[in-house]
């Protein structure tokens, strides 16, 4: 095969090389949004430096996570869903379940969260009900009408965006280095639930669903076989240190800015616009409106993000239950479908685009839908945060049975380290999930 839809071609190169990166780049993008942002400054603000640590593990975990999932795609040629569809209709059905469900509950997220840090500059201009409709259709249009080279090329310049706001952010707050050498040591707080906080630190930072696509992102940018293992490696390694430098800024500034001040910052996307208004009273309003830029560079990344990358994967759903219905080997083809751009042209891609950005519109505009509503966003919240906490599990997990079995050629199964990280993810984020849903108030909810 020669090119592929305008992006890398086929033919792997001898060795590693920055050139390549892309893919890694989009999953950065993608996983953190703005809830990480808040997740890392509340952290941040109440222990200081003390949690430093528990980030970087995060954003160590998540090397392991996508590098499996990359891995998976280039050594068997086929696809994630390919491997999940081979462990038993267990897995399509609860892919199939999750990915209708979560998806609308993100759109909604994801839309607001995009329209809010516009809403937050252009306060004048409209209500933020119609900014966020304007940035779900503004994804839409984007995503449907652009092939994976072009939309790399915006997420990498909208991550250049993000990268300055932030780094400029930690340098201006002046952070204290020897407190922040300090925040390496594995120290857990002294404080009612800090166990439990230090490791939603650890889950939290970068990704959920996000981290599957990321070998749907390396195929779509053309690389489909093994001998791309080692660019896709450094891809993946650029991606999450990318991550960490985004996160280890938030808790400086959470660190100095609101620890120090005894500031307590609003759970949730409002949060950020709070900050943006301690940061102009403590450093003028070009430093607040610059905030807000990053703060939408780093919603809309995901937004878009997850309308190109879940698609995607929906798309390739469809595609292997069809093929699988006629009796024919959908597997065999998949990878390289996906490398041609053919995904990105179907008819169930641009399906699951319009179920992201649609049907979400209704809790957007404060319709009660199924009982879910942005006037009421109880139900909201909870669906959203079991169904962010169930994935993470079912991916870890599946990922350690593909990559020990006969799957995969024995060359590039996994290693100690490969399990025991993977292994550490699936316990961790199981831990993660039984919490969520324990901590749950049910009586409310039904």
């Known amino acids: 095969m020669a090119e592929t839809d305008g992006t890398t071609t086929n033919t792997a190169p001898r060795k590693s090389s920055w050139k390549y990166i892309g893919p890694g780049i989009v999953v950065a993008a993608t996983g953190v949004g703005a809830g990480d942002l808040v997740a890392t400054l509340i952290a941040g603000s109440n222990f200081g430096y003390t949690l430093l640590w528990a980030a970087i593990i995060g954003c160590v975990v998540?090397?392991?996570?996508?590098?499996?999932?990359?891995?998976?795609?280039?050594?068997?040629?086929?696809t994630l869903f390919d491997g999940w569809r081979s462990l038993g209709p267990w897995t399509t059905a609860f892919f199939v379940v999750y990915v209708i469900a979560w998806g609308?509950?993100?759109g909604a997220t994801a839309m607001t969260s995009s329209g809010l840090p516009l809403f937050a500059l252009f306060p004048d201009v409209m209500d933020l009900k119609w900014w966020a409709l304007a940035c779900g259709l503004v994804g839409l249009v984007f995503v449907w009408f652009n092939r994976y080279s072009v939309f790399e090329k915006v997420m990498t310049v909208l991550v250049g965006v993000m990268f300055v706001v932030t780094v400029y952010l930690a340098i201006r707050v002046t952070p204290n280095l020897v407190d922040a050498f300090a925040g390496l040591l594995p120290v857990v707080p002294d404080a009612k639930d800090s166990v439990l906080n230090t490791l939603g630190l650890i889950g939290g930072v970068?990704?959920?669903?996000?981290?599957?696509?990321?070998?749907?992102?390396?195929?779509?940018?053309?690389?489909?076989?093994?001998?791309?293992?080692?660019?896709?490696?450094?891809?993946?390694?650029?991606?999450?240190?990318?991550?960490?430098?985004?996160?280890?800024?938030?808790?400086?500034?959470?660190a100095e800015?609101?620890?120090?001040?005894?500031?307590?910052?609003?759970?949730?996307?409002?949060?950020?616009?709070?900050?943006?208004?301690?940061?102009?009273k403590e450093y003028g309003a070009a430093t607040a409106k610059l905030f807000l830029v990053g703060f939408f560079a780093t919603s809309f990344t995901s937004l878009i993000g997850v309308w190109h990358g879940v698609s995607l994967m929906f798309a390739d759903f469809v595609a292997n239950y069809r093929r699988s219905r006629a009796g024919s080997d959908a597997a065999?083809?998949?990878?390289?479908?996906?490398?041609?751009?053919r995904r990105e042209r179907s008819l169930p891609f641009r399906a699951y685009l319009l179920w992201l950005t649609v049907p979400p519109l209704l809790i957007v505009f404060g319709v009660d839908v199924l009982g879910l509503s942005f006037e009421d966003p109880f139900r909201l919240i909870i669906i959203y945060g079991v169904l962010g906490a169930a994935f993470m599990p079912f991916l870890a997990l599946t990922l350690i049975w593909l990559l020990n079995s006969s799957r995969t050629p024995a060359e590039w199964r996994n290693g100690w380290l490969s399990n025991g990280m993977l292994f550490v993810a699936g316990a961790l984020f199981l831990v993660l999930c039984v919490k969520q849903i324990w901590d749950m108030d049910w009586g409310s909810f039904f």
């Open 62 to 78: 998540k090397i392991s996570l996508a590098e499996a999932a990359g891995r998976w795609h280039l050594a068997t040629g086929r």
């Open 104 to 106: 609308f509950v993100y």
């Open 206 to 254: 970068g990704g959920t669903i996000t981290l599957a696509a990321y070998g749907y992102w390396v195929n779509a940018k053309g690389w489909t076989d093994s001998g791309w293992m080692k660019v896709m490696r450094l891809d993946n390694r650029v991606a999450y240190i990318t991550t960490g430098i985004f996160v280890v800024a938030m808790l400086f500034v959470g």
């Open 257 to 280: 800015l609101l620890h120090s001040a005894n500031v307590a910052l609003a759970k949730g996307d409002q949060g950020l616009v709070q900050l943006s208004g301690i940061l102009e």
């Open 332 to 341: 065999a083809h998949s990878a390289a479908e996906v490398a041609a751009g």
